[in-house]
């Protein structure tokens, strides 16, 4: 191993910091961020081994799968010739370590880690500490990740993430009133009626307090082709959300509105994708914003389905009509509907300017404009449906 792990020779943070410039190097953008991760985990877990070394490194410096090749270039260059390391990335990819050379340099099958199949039953916790920290890396690469960059591999990890993001609940005080204990309003009647089963003794002073209902939530969820992917996650976002609330309701839109609801609770997490395919026969067409807001509102807005509620409407604003419908329709739902979120994916861009003709004309009427394309922006669309908008 090189100088640049002697102890004494430079400090977690000095070493980190060198790492990341090899690495930038190499074309691998790892960030400060992550190069004081990594340092934390230095000092937290003094790594033993080349091996200890390596799985540190990558858990906490490796910003996507993609990079593992120009990472290990860099982890070699900047730690040393390293046989060990290079037997762990033959490992990482799946390939089989080569056999032995005459005279070669090649580590033992020792200095591998085993894979899961291979761990004993009763092996130490500790010693699983590099798979524990590799799994939480995945799972923070993909709270980043974008969905419609996500692979067939990880969509099935994504949604599971999905099933952990908090679901908002936004409560109203109903006019009924029900008997409480520590109620706000004295209940005459109720003390009467306990009244006459004691003799006519006011034993107990009675009182009432407003009940309360979770507010209506509706999604409408644009299915053009760019809107696809982002329109998945964010069903299965509205699934997990009516497994847990009631009044939740899910509507697909492309050229004509479909409705989803019976899908929320009827299919399974494994068959959901293919009941949506099966169910949105225009899935993947274009864009009529406005002559589908225009029925949702007269099929069922006016009817309850959105009337006091929130709406979040999943789309990149891309009208194929007449704008002017988008913004009449709109105006009648900003009339029945307490919140309105609009989800655009485009607006994660910094440079991105709402200047589509459809968007343009939905904008005046939003309460809240996300651009909810990650797993991570999924909490800030739960805080605006809450009215909790940072």
């Not at 999604?219 to 982002?230: E, K, N, Y």
């Not at 329109?231 to 847990?244: D, E």
């Not at 864009?287 to 999943?314: K, P």
Request: glycine share 8%; proline share 5%; no cysteine.
């Amino acid at each position: 191993m090189s100088d640049a792990l002697g102890g004494a020779a430079l400090d977690e943070a000095s070493l980190a910091a060198g790492f990341d410039r090899a690495l930038r190097a190499h074309g691998v953008a790892a960030g400060t961020r992550r190069a004081a991760t990594f340092a934390q985990t230095l000092r937290a877990l003094p790594p033993e081994t080349t091996r200890d070394l390596y799985w540190r490194a990558r858990v906490a410096m490796l910003p996507s799968i993609d990079d593992v090749d120009a990472f290990h270039a860099a982890f070699v260059e900047f730690f040393g010739s390293l046989g060990e390391a290079d037997a762990l990335h033959r490992l990482a990819r799946g390939v089989e370590a080569p056999p032995r050379r005459e005279g070669g340099d090649v580590p033992k099958r020792e200095s591998v880690p085993p894979s899961p199949s291979e761990r004993a039953a009763g092996e130490p916790e500790a010693r699983r500490a590099p798979t524990q920290l590799l799994l939480a890396s995945v799972e923070e690469r993909l709270a980043e990740r974008a969905f419609e960059d996500v692979s067939d591999e990880e969509r099935a990890a994504m949604l599971r993430l999905i099933a952990r993001v908090r679901v908002a609940a936004e409560r109203r005080a109903s006019r009924r009133r029900r008997s409480a204990a520590r109620g706000d309003r004295f209940d005459f009647r109720g003390t009467l009626r306990g009244a006459a089963r004691t003799a006519g003794e006011l034993v107990r002073r009675r009182a009432t307090r407003r009940r309360t209902r979770v507010r209506p939530l509706v999604f409408l969820l644009d299915v053009s082709g760019s809107m696809a992917p982002f329109a998945r996650a964010l069903l299965q976002y509205a699934r997990v959300t009516a497994k847990a609330r009631p009044n939740v309701r899910a509507f697909a839109f492309a050229t004509a509105l479909t409705d989803l609801t019976p899908l929320l609770r009827s299919a399974a997490d494994e068959q959901l994708m293919a009941a949506l395919g099966t169910a949105v026969r225009d899935w993947g067409g274009g864009t009529r914003i406005g002559a589908s807001l225009r029925t949702f509102n007269d099929r069922y807005a006016q009817r309850g389905a959105a009337r006091g509620g929130t709406v979040v409407v999943l789309s990149d604003g891309w009208e194929r009509d007449d704008p002017g419908l988008v913004a009449a329709e709109m105006r009648r739902l900003r009339l029945l509907a307490r919140r309105i979120v609009w989800v655009n994916p485009h607006r994660r861009h910094p440079a991105y300017e709402p200047l589509v003709r459809g968007m343009a004309a939905a904008l005046p009427y939003l309460d809240a404009f996300l651009s909810g394309h990650s797993l991570r922006t999924l909490e800030a669309v739960a805080d605006a449906i809450e009215g909790r908008e940072a």
